[in-house]
T-cell receptor
Framework: SQTIHQWPATLVQPVGSPLSLECTVE??????LYWYRQAAGRGLQLLFY??????ISSEVPQNLSASRPQDRQFILSSKKLLLSDSGFYLC??????????FGQGTRLTVV | SQQGEEDPQALSIQEGENATMNCSYK?????LQWYRQNSGRGLVHLIL???NEREKHSGRLRVTLDTSKKSSSLLITASRAADTASYFC?????????WGAGTKLIIKP
């Protein structure tokens, strides 16, 4: 099975600072990769998905961007964080016609 | 994206009792999946039920699917304290999973 490595687990950043969250995948090749954000007590909101290197699709307009520089690496970034970017961010692999594997998440607090 | 709905939002039962959670979805699905999330952690896959299946079992878990009503249910039998978590359904449609808001399950010892 796959393992999703996501770090850091928690992050406190000032408003206006940059962001880089990294996710790497083990145990599969050419996975579909996803970045989700989860508000407290809510379901998952899809932010970005990628079907291959350099291929990024965005689901919602926002202050964030994503990149996939390698097959099993997916990065979530921001040039200048807003207070509204606070949340729980999850990286996932798979999910189409098969189970999805999730990282342990990053709790981002923008102060 | 259209989000499915789960019912109830929260459920608190005694250890040993059965817990039933329901999920309604909106699209034509390839399959429907159930996941569990412990507080502040990632999600863990429980069961995937395909659109041509009506019932599926895995240990103490039983999932049903009614495509005519666009609904699914998750039954956990003989609940344990360790089952305390949030449970989410996700409809697999096209390129993404569409997630419900989840049911928060608390098992009282």
């Amino acid at each position: 099975s796959q393992t999703i490595h996501q770090w850091p687990a928690t992050l406190v950043q000032p408003v206006g600072s940059p962001l880089s969250l990294e996710c790497t995948v083990e145990g599969t090749s050419n996975p579909n990769l996803y970045w989700y954000r989860q508000a407290a007590g809510r379901g998952l909101q899809l932010l970005f998905y990628s079907v291959g290197i350099g291929q990024i699709s965005s689901e919602v307009p926002q202050n964030l961007s994503a990149s996939r520089p390698q097959d099993r690496q997916f990065i979530l970034s921001s040039k200048k964080l807003l207070l509204s970017d606070s949340g729980f961010y999850l990286c996932a692999s798979g999910g189409r016609n098969t189970e999805a594997f999730f990282g342990q998440g990053t709790r981002l607090t923008v102060v | 994206s259209q989000q499915g709905e789960e019912d109830p939002q929260a459920l608190s039962i005694q250890e040993g009792e059965n817990a039933t959670m329901n999920c309604s979805y909106k699209t034509s699905i390839n399959n429907l999946q159930w996941y569990r999330q412990n507080s502040g952690r990632g999600l863990v896959h429980l069961i995937l039920i395909r659109s041509n299946e009506r019932e599926k079992h895995s240990g103490r878990l039983r999932v049903t699917l009614d495509t005519s009503k666009k609904s699914s249910s998750l039954l956990i039998t003989a609940s344990r304290a360790a089952d305390t978590a949030s449970y989410f359904c996700a409809e697999d449609s096209n390129y993404q999973l569409i997630w419900g808001a989840g049911t928060k399950l608390i098992i009282k010892p």
